[in-house]
């Protein structure tokens, strides 16, 4: 008897010393649910908005991520890695996973993100729905909520999850302009993936696509993988740009962190231009600074520099004729003009931005 009073004694103070450390939930990100009517299924979003989201007057490009419930951490942590070293812009980052009772992930991503029935998974072949839940319910959803851009939308996964952004590249015209497919499980359904991409090859494609695809060396499906990213990056087809990746020492879950942070960076990379020095040569001079301080810009082997100092100098690269930016930290330009004079130009650092006035 007090041997079975001793062990009701441990498990209440197991439940309670477990009921003084609350759940703790990703700061900055928010969680809501969504029922579908198309797939008859309720989704967990997690939903991370850029620091600007509320005030801001702009809509900002959104990424989809497939496995939230495995990857949302991990996607929240590479984003404020690139943003601020400055590879990336603000983000909208929407992690999908399944809610309500019996939300089994491995069975439900099955269903979702296969695009054929295979016989030995009798819930597989549903990704032609899923997308539909997420261009008539999803979508909609987002864009009546939140400031997410219509017009610049990333899709992103891993695995399986590889696989339907594969599949939405060569199957859904214009839901994306970004894939980034780690690891994608090119041999589903004996590789049915070169049917689609056969039709999709012989198809003409006005929207700009660009896509990031990676493999593990010491994967057992690596060469399957090669072989059909070879096709991929042949294709002479100037509306997509495709890289793949075999990555070095690493197997099938660890390709994440690295295609995921080099697929961002890659999808919403700036163009580097090379402008005339007739160009370059307009913005150089002399720059006051807010608090007084100067700066200058030079010209320098076709680059502009500009130098807060003797030893903090920033080669920029131009985005457009006048726009530049570091890609050795987060500082963008933009120069702005009176009557054809220039006025001075909008520096905008990591957590602070100033008009900066040229005074020579």
Known sequence: ???????????????????????????????????SQIV????????????????????????????SQWDFPLVKSIYGQQYYDGFIPEL????????????????LRARDYTPTHETRLKQS??????????????????????????????IMGCSLGGLVTLY???????MFTGFIAASPAIGWDREVLYKYEKEFSQQKHSEQSRVYMTIGDVERSRPAYEKF??????????????????????GHSGTKSETY???????????????????????TGIYELNDGRRAEIITDEKKLVI??????????????????????????????FTNNNIEGFQLDQYGRSQFVKKIN
């Open 261 to 283: 942070s080099r697929g961002l960076q890659f999808v919403f990379q700036r163009p580097d231009l090379s402008l005339d020095n007739s160009i370059l040569k307009k913005y």
């Open 229 to 250: 990213a070879a096709v991929m990056t042949g294709r002479n087809d100037p509306s997509v740009s495709v890289i793949s990746k075999v990555l070095e020492n690493t």
């Open 1 to 35: 008897m007090k041997k079975n009073s001793l062990i009701l004694v441990l498990l209440i103070t197991s439940v309670l010393s477990i009921a003084q450390y609350p759940k703790v939930d990703i700061p900055g990100s928010q969680s809501r649910k969504i029922y």
């Open 125 to 154: 072949g549903g990704a032609d729905q899923f997308f539909s839940f997420m261009k008539k319910e999803l979508f909609p959803f987002m864009e009546s909520n939140y400031k997410a851009d219509n017009n610049n939308r990333t």
């Open 168 to 174: 939405a590249l060569l199957t859904q015209s214009g």
């Open 40 to 67: 008859n299924q309720e989704y967990e979003l997690q939903i991370l908005l850029p620091g600007g989201h509320e005030k801001s007057n702009k809509k900002f490009p959104v990424v989809y991520l497939m496995d």
């Open 307 to 336: 130098n807060f100092g003797t030893s903090n100098s920033f080669w920029l690269s131009a985005a457009s004729e006048t726009d530049f930016y570091s890609k050795a930290e987060f500082l963008n330009i933009h120069f702005k």
């Open 92 to 107: 909208i980052i929407v992690g999908i996973t399944w809610a309500g009772s019996n939300a089994n992930p491995d069975s």
